[in-house]
């Protein structure tokens, strides 16, 4: 498998981790795609002292009493392989309580008030507490990059720090990436928790939604787009419809800004035949009905 620790921590612990945090910072929801990557970095990150040499061990106690999560991050692992826990005083018990959901927080800025998306996990413990599986990940590595370097194993950047209380601006909002993804005919829950930031306090608080009532829209890809065809000098003025294909659709819906939608809608026009002898049809037809009406009435010539 893996032909030393050295080669655990490189070639499994290390992608295992970065798997999760790139897709914690802008990856699509759904499927439970986070989930599974934090159980899979949990999973690593727990193992490795298991991956030590034997006179390098150190004890899980140890672990645990150097960083406290690492101990939760452990019950995090094995609930994860049994469903259900019970022996040693377990933090969780069931692997329900481990959860995505979609953190909403409202910003405002000079131009108003705007929102920001972040796909998040979650661990419910059985007292209640509510902790980020992020916070976790990163407090254990913090913890096992400091013992590794200490035992001579490898020696390893620092990780990089979290900003869960940052006041995001409106550019950086914008490029997050919310899209999400579901398979056909499998059910999936949806879980929100929406907040606001106090920027006086700067963190982020959640907010009161007792008596509020949320509606989530779900919509299908567009089939057209509708573009504005303006020939000033033919005095010409209407509007035109781009047929798309399910795959162009998708491609469409992903685009954040107004110049990549035009500068695919280019595209589209440019690689397709059909539409462009559609569209120089309708712009004719346009320009014979002008003619055809200034000629019945000569009084709107200029």
Known sequence: MFDNSRKYVIENVLPSYHDFFDHYKSGPWGENQLLRKGINAAIALYHLREH??????????????DCPDYGLLGDIANVAKHLNINRNNPLISNANQLYEIMAITYYADEQGEFTASQIEVHIKLDNGTQRSMAEILYNVMCMLRDKLDNLGIVALKAPTPLAPN??????????????????????YRLQFQIFKYNYEKRERAPL?????????CVYSPPEKIEIQIFIPELGVEFDYKVPLSKEQAIQYVALKSDAERNVFTKAVIDADKEIQENLQQEIANKVGTKMNAQQA???DRK
């Open 52 to 65: 030590l040499p034997s006179h390098l061990k150190p004890r899980r106690a140890e672990l645990e009493n």
């Open 166 to 187: 940052r006041a995001l601006t409106r550019a950086k909002a914008d490029q997050i990436n919310t899209d999400m993804k579901l398979t056909q005919g499998e059910a």
């Open 208 to 216: 009161d939604l007792t008596g509020q009532q949320i509606r989530f």
């Open 297 to 299: 009435n000569p009084a």
